[in-house]
């Protein structure tokens, strides 16, 4: 057990009748961190946020928050007892009140109500909004006030249920960061739910990847993309590409685009899948190594080239914007000189 960990999951099992949907899973949050559930639709990522506030039970295994048992097999301490805060995907805002008093909500006998409300409102950037109603704000002030409403009761942990989806993408990305100045601002401890990357990493310090029910792996952004534990988690994150190789006596590992090093332990003659990514290959006009554009995607400054291998194999490569290659072409490229992440293949040679 992490003694540090302001929540704790071990072996959470739950589901509904005889189906499993997450199974075995462990992770730990430390107090003032912003933690993700990333996965695509059904791996199971809303039903552990469920699990964590209290609506859904738990059919093996415990939740802790600060030490504390709030789920068990057999128990579920009520949601309203858990100092636990919700933003809800659709806000749930109620349309009858103004923005300040959805704010107080949650805290009508505080003493200081004006004055939190007040403080709360300035948080989040809302302070003149505060007699305005639901219907006249913009969807992004909507999560705002959503926002503000779940931390004034100053819970121990805010769950936030695919806080954006429902927002254009540039308003996305500039509120993702923004709630994360926020939270870090009030210090608050935070789950998200989310099934874009770019979210998950502009908000999180740690993250889980999800898979069929299961956590892949629970990391910082920086591991899951460059030390990946997982093959599922290799491909899922950040757009990666596997190559066929053969370690060799120097460790290093023989690959179509050449002699790559790698600090894998297989042993000499191991078939291996090695892990490249779109900023892992270079443009290298002179480079004997070539690979067939597929299709292109401009981007600016530079290009996302979907390249093919003489093998068959498909890779991306982000190529400068002049290069300027055209589907069928052939174009010269590299593996930067850096450690791959190679993973055992699946199935060795006879």
């Known amino acids: 057990m992490n003694q540090s960990a302001l929540l704790s999951l071990r072996n959470l099992t739950c589901g509904y009748q005889d189906q499993r949907v ?3 899973l462990d992770l730990h ?12 639709s059904g791996c199971g990522k809303t039903t552990t946020l469920r699990a964590i506030a209290g609506f859904e039970p738990l059919l093996e295994g415990d939740i802790s928050l600060n030490g504390e048992v709030i789920s068990r ?7 309203e007892k858990r100092r636990i805060g919700m933003v809800f995907q659709d806000y749930a805002l109620f349309p009858h009140l103004s923005v300040a008093d959805n704010v107080g909500f949650g805290i009508r006998s505080h003493p200081h109500l004006k004055r939190v409300t007040d403080e709360l409102l300035e948080l989040v950037s809302l302070g003149t909004l505060g007699k305005r109603f639901p219907h006249e704000l913009s969807g992004g002030q909507q999560q705002r006030v959503a ?7 100053e819970p121990q942990l805010l769950l936030l249920d695919e806080p954006f989806s429902n927002l254009d993408g540039e ?13 870090k601002a009030r210090g608050t401890s935070a789950i998200l739910v989310t099934h874009d990357q770019e979210e998950a990493f502009a908000v999180s310090d740690q993250v889980g990847v999800f898979k069929e029910g299961r956590l ?8 899951l993309y460059h030390i990946p534990l997982t093959p599922f988690v290799a491909s899922f994150i950040g757009q990666g590409f596997f190559v066929s190789g053969q370690v060799t006596t120097t460790g290093s590992v023989q690959t179509e685009l050449g002699m790559l090093k790698s600090n894998c332990s297989f042993a000499n003659g ?6 490249l990514r779109p900023d892992s290959v270079v443009y290298a006009p002179d480079s004997p190594t070539k690979a067939t554009v597929v299709s292109l995607t401009f981007q600016g400054s530079s290009a996302l080239y979907r390249l093919r291998l003489p093998s068959g194999a498909a890779l991306e490569a982000l190529l400068p914007s002049h290069a300027n290659h055209q589907p069928g072409e052939e174009v010269g490229i590299q593996v930067k000189d850096q ?12």
Do not use: M
């Open 22 to 24: 997450v199974q075995e």
């Open 29 to 40: 949050l430390n107090a003032g961190d912003i933690g993700c559930l990333l996965g695509s």
């Open 73 to 79: 097999a057999g128990f579920t301490l009520a949601p």
């Open 147 to 153: 926002l503000a409403r779940a931390l004034a009761p």
């Open 171 to 183: 308003l996305r990305r500039r509120l993702s960061h923004e709630v994360r100045d926020i939270l």
């Open 216 to 223: 892949e792996q629970w990391d910082t952004p920086y591991n």
């Open 270 to 275: 191991t078939q291996v899948d090695v892990l």
């Open 339 to 350: 450690t791959v992440v190679v993973f055992q293949a699946k199935h060795q040679p006879l």
